[in-house]
């Protein structure tokens, strides 16, 4: 069958090749020193325009045979007006130079990112993407400084949104959906983030109230994409974690054109600071590529793929974990045997055929296939002592355990296994009925196939005594007979999963622009549905549901909505509000319950989302800044409860609970420092859920405030040498319950995630200079850099580990911290 998929696939790619009927201008802006100039507004005399990239680079259509007007202006420079007539299907290089001209400065007003803020959409710079490096390098790195973007692990490239989790997000390169592992339960096993910094040219970020073109998701939509080369280019990345390289170059006729990037990743320097000491080795390796290829004007082809491949091996050995309060301190000290092999390995390939009919309708065919094999192997055991610890100062055996309070042992094990296969063909287009109208549409086909294997248990002995689950039932009449029941696991999953998921998606929007009065108004209205039947194999399952449902068929409507006006005000103000009814249909990870049992029945989580939002643009000390502010109410229905131990979420598998989210979300970006840009971040979330009409509790991602910034500066006499400094604080989340317990009972939450990243690095070789130095002239950039890695060293906890005392039978919750402080160096460089 997948053979099927893919000849079906690629023979529905490569028809419908045609014939010319525009023009197409392309080439680079430059300054006066050959420096390219990013943000040039291109306009032609019959409306349409475009913005050159970070590169200086442009491509712009133009009707044939018709002589054409284009108008080059930027902020600063003196407007280039030129005439054109191609002739069909002519491409022609144009690669104008911009003289300076400061009285023009009061004159032109650019703005390019107006769609943005009437759509609701951050913008990130690419540029800040490569420079502003962590932990864990990648979007997620700067996401996390974003108001209602939760991200407190840096070791993983999860992030949760406005109370939502991890896998109620969308994420799409090129228009393309992508996917991520189902296994992953810790951060120290996640590798590296799909996305590729050094790929990409855009990157917009909506963390709700999206529009219907976008999926069946609940929180957020990250939307990258890839860049078209223009020329021959390598850049490269190295540090004590690993490095990259990136190469793109274009053909001379410029209809084929290539970027490719790999990435190696080992986490060794970070993993070997945790305080389960051990021998890891965490290897992570991808390696991606986007091409393109112009078979005519008319007809382009995309390639993307991406192979994937992550292995960690642990072996610990000891553990010592001191908590409690000062008159109280207490510690955990803890012995391993065993071992953890986990290995996972991820395929992705996609087509995207792009048919430009003529200047306003646009017709695409996508589609992709994703291939994921996961391991998951561990035998663990401990032997874990808590006690009290000597606070005696002067004493030779100062921190170490005096009394033990408990003294047990656990065995872990597990041996899961995991080969998923999914299949997307969709056809996308869009058709401008004028200039400031558009109506765009899509028809999509999923077909999912799992096939998973669940064996896991955990024995726990504490002084002597086996503990067996609070639902193990078996007469014990001690001392009066003697006891012969069998040894139990405290928690025991085993299962085998054979589930194929049929989807049937579709949307049609309309978006439109014009005047109000004096007053821009722009808005946006479209509707999406959602088909899908989950059918589970009852000849390969092992244990089925206990209605003995083995199939279901649901479908579900999504309308939404957005409006935004610009007043005519002396103040540069922009109003938006955007709402609709937002569906997620369940995902095999949210039909399979905590046992293990798939339940094909499960209902789409329902959210009705509002958000009201204002943009204020204004200046301070002459320099452009922009205050965001943005309130936002969901209120949920059929939800499907769930736990998340680090980043591993456990579904129930049962929409018996609904639930509600509300907060404000504030952004102030602007340049602090001439040059740059940085911004200051801050989040209010009150998210809680009702289960069983028991009442509401905190949701696990109810973290109450957010504080977030990204600063970025520079040596004004030396201005090579720069700094950035990315920080976070997020007040704590619930901790998660212990196995088998009911989380109204456990609403302990976890400290606050505090954590400050800094970097510095010196520019060698700067793109805007020229060099006499022949070993500086082999480079377009070099810079070298030094970083420090939660500079604080603060203490920052992801998950609790429950211990339980033997004489008083209370459970204590042991924190799980993550990094502490690291020290790394960096080398950059593009040829």
């Known amino acids: ?172 390169v090129n228009e393309i959906e992508v996917y991520r592992p189902f296994l992953i339960r810790s951060g120290n096993q996640e590798g590296l983030s799909f996305v590729n910094t050094d790929l990409v040219q855009n ?27 223009v020329s021959f280019g390598i850049r490269t990345d190295l540090s004590l974690l690993g490095g990259s390289i990136a190469a793109e170059t274009v053909s001379k006729d410029g209809k084929f054109s290539g970027i490719a990037g790999v990435r190696y990743r080992d986490n060794s320097l970070i993993l070997n600071n945790l305080e389960t000491e051990g021998n890891v080795e965490p290897v992570f390796a991808d390696a991606q590529t986007y091409l393109t290829y112009r078979f005519s004007d008319k007809f382009h082809l995309n390639f993307l793929g991406n192979i994937s491949l992550n292995q960690y091996n642990f072996q610990p050995e000891n553990r010592q974990t001191n908590f409690g309060t000062l008159q109280d301190p207490v510690a955990l000290l803890v012995f391993y045997e065993g071992n953890e092999e986990d290995e996972y390995a991820t395929y992705f390939g996609a087509m995207k055929a792009n048919y430009f009919v003529n200047n306003d309708l646009t017709l695409k065919l996508i589609g992709s296939a994703y291939h994921t094999t996961e391991q998951e192997y561990f035998d663990i055991f401990a032997q874990y002592r808590l006690g009290e610890v000597n606070t005696n100062i002067g004493d030779e055996n100062l921190g170490e355990v005096e ?71 078996l007469p014990n009449e ?97 109003f938006r509000i955007a709402g609709g009814l937002y569906y997620q249909p369940p995902f095999y990870r949210e039909l399979r319950d905590s046992s293990g049992v798939v339940q094909p029945d499960v209902k789409a989580q329902k959210s009705f989302h509002v958000v009201i939002g204002n943009e204020y643009s204004f200046k301070i000390w002459d320099r452009p800044f922009k205050l965001v502010t943005e309130a936002y109410y969901k209120g949920l229905t059929d939800v499907n409860p769930y736990t998340v131990e680090n980043v591993r979420i456990r579904y129930r598998a049962r929409n018996n609970a609904e639930a509600y989210a509300y907060g404000l979300d504030m952004r102030l970006n602007g340049e602090f420092v001439p040059g740059t840009e940085s911004w200051f971040s801050f989040g209010y979330l009150k998210t809680e859920e009702n289960i069983d009409n028991r009442g ?63 970097g510095i690095s010196l520019e060698l070789v700067n793109p805007t200079k020229t060099y006499n130095s022949k070993w500086k002239r082999a480079f377009k950039e070099l810079a070298i850099g030094f970083e420090i890695y939660n500079m604080f060293n603060n203490q920052n906890t992801i998950t609790n580990t429950w211990v339980r005392d033997v004489y008083t039978q209370r459970q204590f919750a042991i924190p799980n911290f993550l990094t502490p402080r690291v020290f790394n160096v960096r080398l950059s460089a593009r040829f």
């Open 1 to 172: 069958m997948k053979r099927i998929y893919f000849i079906v696939l690629l023979g529905l790619l490569f028809c419908g090749l045609s014939f010319s009927q525009s023009a197409i201008i392309r080439g680079v802006i430059l300054d006066e020193s050959n420096n390219p100039i990013e943000d040039v507004n291109i306009r032609t005399n019959s409306g349409e325009g475009t913005a050159s990239n970070e590169n200086g680079f442009y491509e712009l259509r133009i009707p044939s045979d018709t002589e054409v007007t284009i108008e080059f202006t930027h902020l600063g420079h003196k407007r280039i007006v030129q005439k054109f007539k191609l002739k069909n299907g002519q491409e022609l290089e144009y690669n104008p130079v911009m003289k300076v001209e400061a009285e023009q400065i009061a004159e032109v007003v650019i703005s390019t990112n107006t769609r943005q803020s009437e759509e609701g959409v951050v913008t990130i710079s690419p540029r800040t993407l490569r420079t502003i490096k962590g932990a864990q390098p990648g979007i997620e790195n700067i996401l996390k400084t974003l108001p209602g973007v939760n991200i407190s692990n840096e070791l993983s490239t999860q992030y949760s949104v406005r109370g939502g989790n991890f896998d109620e997000n969308l994420v799409y």
């Open 203 to 229: 990157v917009n970020f909506s963390a709700g109230g999206f529009q219907a073109k976008y999926g069946d998701k609940l929180s957020s939509v990250l939307d990258i994409t890839y860049r078209n080369p």
């Open 403 to 473: 009394f033990s309070e408990g003294i047990g042992s656990q065995l872990l094990h597990a041996r899961n296994d995991l080969d998923a296969f999914i299949v997307n063909i969709e056809h996308r287009g869009d058709y401008k009925i004028d200039k400031e109208s558009t109506v765009e549409w899509s028809v999509k086909y999923t077909h999912e196939d799992i096939r998973d294997r669940l064996v896991e248990y955990e024995v726990i002995d504490s002084a002597g005594f086996n503990i067996r689950p609070p639902n193990f039932s």
């Open 478 to 574: 001690q001392p009066y007979e003697p006891f012969s029941g069998p040894l139990t696991a405290f928690e025991d999953i085993r299962n085998t999963n054979y589930v194929k998921i049929d989807r049937l998606q579709a949307f049609a929007q309309y978006s439109k622009r014009t005047e109000w009065g004096n007053s821009e108004v722009f808005y946006n209205a479209g509707i999406r549905i959602h088909n899908w039947t989950v059918n589970v194999d009852e000849t390969e399952t092992d244990i089925l549901n206990d209605d003995g449902v083995t199939s279901a068929t649901q479908t579900v409507f999504s309308p939404r909505a957005q409006f935004a006006i610009k007043p005519d005000w002396d103040k540069d103000m922009l």
């Open 696 to 758: 509401y509790i905190s949701r696990p991602t109810d973290q109450r405030l957010k504080f977030g910034a990204l600063f970025q500066d520079y040596v004004p006499n030396m201005p090579d040498l720069k700094m950035y400094l990315n920080l976070v604080y997020n007040t704590g989340v619930p901790g998660g319950s212990p196995s088998y317990a009911d989380p109204y009972d456990f609403q302990i939450r976890l400290r606050d995630y505090r954590r400050a990243d800094l």
